[in-house]
């Protein structure tokens, strides 16, 4: 059996296989446990395997190249085009197989133990914060109940604090201030943790020589500079600053036919994260060249855009030169220059 190109479908018990030799016939077509998946590609020649960029597909890319196999990882909406009729298990290993193989398919880059490791610093403080703006809302929402109301955001928690440790207000019942006081102390755990990791990132940004670069960007912080540092294992995996703008979502959708093609709004697609994190970056930028005394003099790109476009467009505008200025830093290991900058005259 001479198999040149495997479509693997992960999963958490059952994997299957679909091989097929060079001529593109089905040579094996199998069920595999999840024990028996690292034995089963052992004892193959070195062949070409595509798998689902999904939940551990790149422990797998990792585990089954290290047999000395050529892993590729697919973006699922890649490999549905190729899936015929019925959707299971083995209709998808044969889709993957199909799409693998295809010269202009596009490959999630493969991340290292060590990159994941980083990557899992700033996802985990996302989803505490996530956590803590839940409970403030929670704690927000009872206090409501019994005629105690405050604006949202984190700075109105030690308002909302005093309700519950003053013992003198009798809008509160002893009951529900001994049940509040549980979402208080959930509120400080949560904020112990995510400024330890605060601090963890800091100092995984500052042993690490290419997050620094990034922040020489302006608008760039620490969080950001770390989280892209961390999200692109490889930047020359992408051709040019475009082609990274477009895997972020930052670049409008294209609809066109007869020959007349027609641009939307941006397309979104991508990590909702990384793209976030621009948007951010790049209304910071904007807010400090209004603050300045020249305003948006010292960028003219950005005062003519303000001129012509609404905010949020002139925002999404910059965040694409941003994405575009990473990318270059990171691919070509050099620093920002503000003579060449995006807001350079």
């Known amino acids: 059996m001479h198999v040149t ?73 890649y490999v549905k085009p190729y899936l015929r009729r019925n959707k299971n298990d083995a209709a998808d290993a044969a889709a993957i197989c199909e799409a693998v193989s295809r010269p202009s398919m596009r490959f999630v880059p493969v991340k290292s133990a060590q990159q994941q490791a980083a990557r899992s610093l700033t996802r985990v403080r996302e989803q505490l914060i996530s956590q803590r703006t839940a409970t403030v809302n929670a704690l927000r929402g009872h206090l409501a109940e019994f005629g ?11 308002r909302l604090r005093s ?21 208080i102390g959930q509120i400080d755990a949560i904020s112990a943790a995510i400024a330890d990791l605060d601090r963890k990132i800091t100092a995984w940004h500052r042993a690490h020589e290419a997050s620094l670069r990034l922040a020489t960007i302006p608008g760039i912080g620490v969080l950001t500079a770390a989280t892209f540092a961390s999200a692109v294992p490889d930047p020359a995996f992408f051709r040019t600053g475009r082609e990274f703008a477009a895997w972020l979502g930052l670049v409008p959708r294209q609809h066109g036919t007869g020959g007349k093609p027609r641009l939307g709004r941006i397309s979104k697609r991508g ?49 694409n030169k941003l994405a575009r200025t990473l990318w270059a830093l990171m691919a070509r290991n050099d620093v920002y220059r503000p003579e060449r900058g995006f807001l350079a005259a």
């Open 163 to 183: 309700f519950i440790e003053d013992g003198t207000d009798g809008r509160l019942p002893d009951l529900a201030r001994q049940s509040l006081s549980i979402l």
């Open 271 to 319: 990590d909702a994260r990384l793209r976030g994190l621009l948007i951010v970056c790049a209304s910071s930028v904007l807010q400090s060249l209004k603050r300045r005394k020249d305003g948006t003099a010292a960028a003219p790109w950005i005062a003519g855009l303000l001129e012509r476009k609404p905010p949020m467009v002139v925002i999404v505008a910059l965040a």
């Open 5 to 77: 190109t495997i479509g693997l479908d992960i999963a958490k018990r059952n994997f299957q296989v679909h091989g097929v030799d060079r001529a593109g016939n089905v040579v094996v077509a199998k069920s595999l446990t999840r024990g028996r998946v690292i034995a089963f590609f052992a004892r193959l020649a070195p062949c070409r395997v595509g798998i689902e960029a999904c939940a551990t597909g790149h422990y797998w890319a990792r585990e089954i190249a290290a047999l000395g196999h050529e892993v590729r990882l697919i973006p699922p909406a």
């Open 148 to 158: 105690l109301v405050q604006a949202k955001g984190l700075q109105n928690v030690r």
